[in-house]
Antibody
Framework: EVQLVESGGGLVQPGRSLRLSCAASGFTFDDYAMHWVRQAPGKGLEWVSGISWNSDNVAYGDSVKGRFTISRDNARNSLYLQMNSLRPEDTALYYC????????????????WGQGTTVTVSS | VVTQEPSLTVSPGGTVTLTCGSSTGAVTSGHYPYWFQQKPGQAPRTLIYQTSKKYSWTPARFSGSVLGGKAALTLSGAQPEDEAEYYCLVSYSNSVVFGGGTKLTVL
């Protein structure tokens, strides 16, 4: 069974850092690009970041550029999101998601989603 | 900006089309549009990928297309369980953008 399990969320003060993790199983992790997508309370989906299968290509949404860093460890079947200089508007449920296409440089879209981990930024 | 109807209503058994446009121009198959369904308290579920392709879990009553410069999701024979929020996604080479979502009511 294909599965993505996020962890690392929590309550953090503005300006501090947090690192999210996503453990993947049930598929060949290093074949696929991966994404982080977030959803603020009562709001829609927002693409945060993507990383290609071999980490050659990383990209970010405008709202997190320069503050967040995506990475992956293919040996550990894991995806990460390092979040620095957190702001109250970063409060959201953060989803890890698998891209549809294999071995590509660019991003297409998501086919498998985790259940998410909640990040709350508040003093 | 990727635009969707904020809300739509369909009668049980009826047909409805949700659309997904772009402020920068026409949405084409080259933008590889995706469609997701999200019910309250649940993670999104992918229904349609790359314009019109379906997964094994996609009900046959859902179909995707590109029509008049927009991506479209058509639901034929709506069921009460189809009431949900629907999001489209468009690919712009090195980024992807979600639409704002359409709240579909089956009533």
């Amino acid at each position: 069974e294909v599965q993505l399990v996020e962890s690392g969320g929590g309550l953090v003060q503005p300006g501090r850092s947090l690192r999210l993790s996503c453990a993947a199983s049930g598929f060949t992790f290093d074949d696929y690009a991966m994404h982080w997508v977030r959803q603020a309370p009562g709001k829609g989906l927002e693409w945060v970041s993507g990383i290609s299968w071999n980490s050659d290509n990383v990209a970010y949404g405008d709202s997190v550029k320069g503050r967040f860093t995506i990475s992956r460890d293919n040996a550990r079947n894991s995806l990460y999101l390092q979040m620095n200089s957190l702001r109250p508007e970063d409060t959201a449920l953060y989803y890890c998601a698998k891209d549809t296409s294999t071995g590509t440089y660019y991003f297409y879209g998501m086919d498998v989603w985790g259940q998410g981990t909640t990040v709350t930024v508040s003093s | 900006v990727v635009t969707q109807e904020p809300s739509l209503t369909v009668s049980p058994g009826g047909t409805v089309t949700l659309t997904c446009g772009s402020s920068t121009g026409a949405v084409t198959s080259g933008h590889y549009p995706y469609w997701f369904q999200q019910k309250p308290g649940q993670a999104p579920r992918t229904l349609i990928y790359q314009t019109s392709k379906k997964y094994s879990w996609t009900p046959a009553r859902f179909s995707g297309s590109v029509l008049g410069g927009k991506a479209a999701l058509t639901l034929s024979g709506a069921q009460p369980e189809d009431e949900a929020e629907y999001y489209c996604l468009v690919s712009y080479s090195n980024s992807v953008v979600f639409g704002g979502g359409t709240k579909l009511t089956v009533l």
